[in-house]
């Protein structure tokens, strides 16, 4: 009889939360409209225009990429920057991504390529709040949001693949739109594949979606021959559509080629996901476990199939949490969220309503990117952005063969000079870029042989590394400038770099004059 009695409780319980939500049916519209304001318009312009944005080496490659590109005309096919791989073929897949950032740097320095991500996550945001609005409540949607930001996070650079996630999510949400409707998506919608091929590696994983999708359309279609049709075409489409790219088939297959580099554990993007690593992702990934064993909501076998495969990619490789965490929030959020969305009324009263709501946003939208584009941004000093080590190359070594620590080529790079190794470990091929871990660890025979090699002038390295303190103590090797970030030393017996350099507020005053 407790047990009956508890049962009875429990049952009440769950329909008093059905029909007695967190906030009322009629109050969603307010705050549909608070969320859009704050998620949508002000926390992307917040969160681009942290130094974080610029903690990695290869945002200043990719823009120095996107220089060369607008500055020749054509996307390059062979290396146009390192002197170790000068001339080998080079696919330049994210050239798009690439031009657009060099014009906003062009334009605004950081500042501008602060803009161009806060316009990617509002373009992403709107993505999610679009296609969730009308599936979740606001409670659901703020958590969803809230998560999602909190996951990304880590993952926000001015780098290409922030550019991908819009599209992405667009991409996903169009899709499940197209299956709730009990429709075939029309092959126009393969320009979505066109332009993301151009600006990132992503656009693979359109694939897997679209495959997803297309399993739980032809199953609830009873596998109709007509239906299944339209789908073969449509993914043909994709195909043709990511073919379309400056690199032909060799693009399309490039995203596989570097997932089967055995060197990618060595660079930390690439390494398996970890709760040391990214303890939030394993957080949000436990709660949303609980509540689905909790709330057992119903998957499609599509649904269920593309979070398993994403899941395993994350696993495997940290960067694709982002794709997992896109996919994730757009799948789960409706089967968690409260019922009473559906007695909720429009957002708007009336289309007139509705256009003067999204012009005004879209003012505002244009107003703070201004603003975020207006005002200057000077990313912090550190091994990825070594001012004070570049400012202090004497100018009679910047045309000499070096080595660098990996995530200063892009800064090496972009400012002109030619480096030994940067961020584009999938042109340097796996027995280079091992080579190269060997003389970052102070293996003195590897770093001779390169030294030989390639007539090595001098080095740039971060304080306090192996070969650092290799070269420190060697007799062959001179340190010249040495500051907080990074030191750099000069080959003895080398005409060039003689004169120690002047230094800097932030300079070590026993190793420059």
Same mark, same amino acid.
């Given at each position: 009889?407790?047990?009956?009695v508890?049962?009875?409780?429990?049952?009440?319980?769950?329909?008093?939360?059905?029909?007695?939500?967190?906030?009322?049916?009629?109050?969603?519209?307010?705050?549909?409209?608070?969320?859009?304001?704050?998620?949508?318009?002000?926390?992307?312009?917040?969160?681009?225009?942290?130094?974080t944005?610029?903690?990695?080496?290869?945002?200043?490659?990719?823009?120095?990429?996107?220089?060369?590109?607008?500055?020749?005309?054509?996307?390059?096919?062979?290396?146009?920057f390192?002197?170790?791989?000068?001339?080998?073929?080079?696919?330049?897949?994210?050239?798009?991504?690439?031009?657009?950032?060099?014009?906003?740097?062009r334009?605004?320095?950081?500042?501008?390529?602060?803009?161009?991500?806060? *316009? #990617?996550?509002? +373009? $992403?945001?709107? @993505?999610?709040?679009?296609?969730? %609005? /009308?599936?979740?409540?606001?409670? =659901? &949607?703020?958590?969803?949001?809230?998560?999602?930001?909190?996951?990304?996070?880590?993952?926000?650079?001015?780098?290409?693949?922030?550019?991908?996630?819009?599209?992405l *999510? #667009?991409?996903? +949400? $169009?899709?499940? @739109?197209?299956?709730d409707?009990? %429709? /075939?998506?029309p092959?126009?919608? =393969? &320009?979505?594949?066109?332009?993301?091929?151009n600006?990132?590696?992503?656009?693979?994983?359109?694939?897997?979606?679209?495959?997803?999708?297309?399993?739980?359309?032809?199953?609830?279609?009873?596998?109709?021959?007509?239906?299944?049709?339209?789908?073969?075409?449509?993914?043909?489409?994709?195909?043709?559509?990511?073919?379309?790219?400056?690199?032909?088939?060799?693009?399309?297959?490039?995203?596989l080629?570097?997932?089967?580099?055995?060197?990618?554990?060595?660079?930390?993007e690439?390494?398996?996901s970890?709760?040391?690593?990214?303890p939030?992702?394993?957080?949000?990934?436990?709660?949303?476990?609980g509540?689905?064993?909790?709330?057992?909501?119903?998957?499609?076998?599509?649904?269920i199939?593309?979070?398993?495969?994403?899941?395993?990619?994350?696993?495997?490789h940290?960067?694709?949490?982002?794709?997992?965490?896109?996919?994730?929030?757009?799948?789960?959020?409706?089967?968690?969220?409260?019922?009473a969305?559906?007695?909720?009324?429009?957002?708007?009263?009336?289309?007139?309503?509705?256009?003067?709501?999204?012009?005004a946003?879209?003012?505002?939208?244009?107003?703070?990117l201004g603003?975020r584009?207006?005002i200057?941004?000077?990313?912090?000093?550190?091994?990825?952005?070594?001012?004070?080590?570049?400012?202090?190359?004497?100018?009679?070594?910047?045309?000499?063969?070096?080595?660098?620590?990996?995530?200063?080529?892009?800064?090496?790079?972009?400012?002109?000079?030619?480096?030994?190794?940067?961020?584009?470990a999938?042109?340097?091929?796996?027995?280079?870029?091992?080579?190269?871990?060997?003389?970052?660890?102070?293996?003195?025979?590897?770093?001779?042989?390169?030294?030989?090699k390639?007539?090595?002038?001098?080095?740039?390295l971060?304080?306090?590394?192996?070969?650092?303190?290799?070269?420190?103590?060697s007799?062959?090797?001179?340190?010249?400038?040495?500051?907080?970030?990074?030191?750099?030393?000069?080959?003895?017996?080398?005409?060039?770099?003689?004169?120690?350099?002047?230094?800097?507020e932030?300079?070590?005053?026993?190793?420059?004059?």
């Amino acid at each position: 009889m407790g047990d009956a009695v508890a049962e009875d409780h429990a049952v009440t319980w769950s329909e008093r939360a059905v029909r007695d939500p967190l906030i009322r049916p009629e109050r969603y519209a307010f705050f549909d409209k608070l969320l859009f304001a704050v998620f949508i318009l002000a926390v992307p312009v917040f969160i681009a225009s942290h130094w974080t944005v610029f903690r990695d080496g290869d945002v200043s490659w990719h823009v120095a990429a996107g220089r060369w590109i607008v500055e020749h005309g054509r996307v390059p096919s062979t290396d146009p920057f390192s002197f170790t791989m000068a001339g080998k073929p080079w696919i330049a897949f994210e050239w798009g991504a690439e031009v657009i950032y060099w014009l906003a740097y062009r334009a605004a320095g950081f500042a501008g390529l602060a803009a161009v991500v806060a *316009a #990617a996550l509002m +373009a $992403l945001f709107l @993505s999610l709040f679009g296609y969730l %609005r /009308s599936r979740a409540g606001p409670v =659901a &949607l703020l958590v969803a949001l809230v998560v999602s930001y909190l996951v990304l996070q880590p993952f926000v650079m001015a780098r290409p693949h922030v550019l991908g996630w819009p599209f992405l *999510a #667009a991409w996903t +949400a $169009l899709l499940f @739109s197209y299956r709730d409707k009990k %429709r /075939s998506p029309p092959l126009a919608l =393969a &320009l979505i594949i066109f332009v993301w091929a151009n600006l990132h590696g992503s656009y693979f994983a359109g694939f897997i979606v679209a495959a997803a999708v297309a399993l739980d359309a032809l199953s609830e279609a009873g596998w109709n021959r007509q239906a299944l049709v339209r789908w073969l075409m449509f993914g043909v489409a994709c195909l043709l559509a990511s073919l379309l790219n400056a690199n032909g088939i060799a693009g399309v297959l490039h995203p596989l080629t570097i997932s089967g580099m055995t060197s990618l554990p060595n660079i930390g993007e690439w390494q398996a996901s970890s709760p040391r690593s990214t303890p939030i992702f394993y957080f949000a990934l436990l709660a949303v476990t609980g509540a689905l064993l909790w709330k057992r909501p119903k998957f499609r076998a599509g649904e269920i199939l593309l979070l398993v495969v994403t899941l395993a990619m994350a696993l495997t490789h940290i960067r694709h949490q982002s794709v997992f965490v896109i996919l994730a929030v757009l799948i789960v959020t409706p089967k968690l969220a409260h019922p009473a969305r559906q007695q909720s009324g429009p957002l708007f009263s009336s289309k007139a309503q509705a256009r003067t709501w999204a012009a005004a946003a879209g003012l505002v939208a244009v107003v703070l990117l201004g603003v975020r584009t207006a005002i200057p941004l000077v990313p912090r000093e550190t091994f990825s952005n070594p001012r004070g080590l570049l400012a202090h190359v004497p100018a009679d070594l910047r045309s000499q063969p070096m080595i660098n620590e990996y995530s200063m080529g892009g800064p090496l790079i972009l400012a002109g000079i030619r480096p030994y190794i940067d961020g584009r470990a999938d042109m340097y091929g796996d027995d280079f870029f091992k080579d190269y871990l060997k003389i970052m660890d102070g293996d003195r025979q590897a770093f001779d042989r390169a030294v030989r090699k390639y007539d090595i002038r001098w080095t740039m390295l971060q304080e306090g590394g192996r070969l650092a303190q290799e070269l420190d103590a060697s007799a062959d090797w001179r340190k010249v400038y040495s500051d907080r970030v990074g030191v750099i030393h000069v080959r003895r017996g080398d005409a060039a770099g003689q004169e120690a350099p002047s230094c800097g507020e932030n300079a070590k005053r026993d190793y420059c004059r």
